[in-house]
T-cell receptor, first 112, second 110 residues
């Protein structure tokens, strides 16, 4: 069982560009959540996808958007990147029977 | 906003029990308490969770006070590999949304 996998592991982008991060959930999981973790801080909830719909959203601007595919994998898109978007982006998956989330290793995004 | 407060750091001698406290005085009746830990720059790792009863698994024990306003995570025999940031989290009822605070940095020393 591969667990939660995220790609890429590291990424450097220029201010103003757009970025897409990808997440494959743990086998059997149907819910994917995305978190942003700035240096020295705890992860902050961005949004959650279930049945290809955004079910919940945290306090993040519309520049942050996402998508979930029929195979439950998910993408996080960030437009018009700012220097402050530099962070570790974490994906977590969960299933209806197991009420605990499994996290991937994250994507380290650096905006220069 | 985080629903939990934890001390920013703690030390523990290897082989001794590590007791990590957490306050969650505004927790609702159907919200669970979860504990995760994060070893440097890795994804958070699930440890344990509970609603109102004490819980134990192969990694740790969770003691929740009767009024549910606080809890303690116990690592019975800490090892150097337990050095990490430990997050006490409230899971929002009927969702999988986790609200993280700033956590406790546990340093286990030889």
């Amino acid at each position: 069982d591969a667990g939660v996998t995220q790609s890429p592991t590291h990424l450097i982008k220029t201010r103003g560009q757009q970025v897409t991060l990808r997440c494959s959930p743990k086998s059997g999981h149907d819910t994917v959540s995305w978190y942003q973790q700035a240096l020295g801080q705890g992860p902050q909830f961005i949004f959650q996808y279930y049945e290809e719909e955004e079910r919940q959203r945290g306090n993040f601007p519309d520049r942050f958007s996402g998508h979930q595919f029929p195979n439950y994998s998910s993408e996080l898109n960030v437009n018009a990147l700012l220097l402050g978007d530099s962070a570790l982006y974490l994906c977590a998956s969960s299933g209806r029977s197991a009420r605990r989330a499994f996290f991937g290793q994250g994507t380290r995004l650096t905006v220069v | 906003d985080a629903k939990t407060t934890q001390p920013p750091s703690m030390d523990c001698a290897e082989g001794r029990a590590a007791n990590l406290p957490c306050n969650h005085s505004t927790i609702s009746g159907n919200e669970y308490v979860y504990w995760y830990r994060q070893i440097h720059s890795q994804g958070p790792q699930y440890i344990i969770h509970g609603l109102k009863n004490n819980e134990t698994n192969e990694m740790a024990s969770l003691i929740i006070t009767e009024d549910r306003k606080s809890s303690t995570l116990i690592l019975p025999h800490a090892t150097l590999r337990d050095t990490a940031v430990y997050y006490c989290i409230v899971r929002v009822a009927d969702t999988d949304k986790l609200i993280f605070g700033t956590g406790t940095r546990l340093q286990v020393f030889p």
